[in-house]
């Protein structure tokens, strides 16, 4: 959700960086930079594009990080 802090929004902005060298800053704080572009891995993924980190997505980011 806009405007969610904590280590877990760190964690998602790190794993972005990672994979799309996106140069996102590593605040903890999820914003609309952070938000479009986890709509736009959704989209790119099959998963429906809301912004919000549920339990498909969820499962999809840690699959991927594994990689």
Not at 26 to 47: C, E, F
């Amino acid at each position: 959700i806009n405007g969610s802090m904590g280590e877990a929004v760190n964690d998602l902005q790190r794993f972005l960086n990672y994979k799309f060298n996106l140069g996102l800053a590593v605040d903890g704080a999820l914003g609309p930079k952070t938000i479009s572009v986890i709509k736009q891995w959704q989209m790119d993924n099959g998963l429906t594009p809301d912004g919000l980190i549920g339990a498909k997505t969820k499962a999809l980011i840690n699959a991927s990080a594994g990689e």
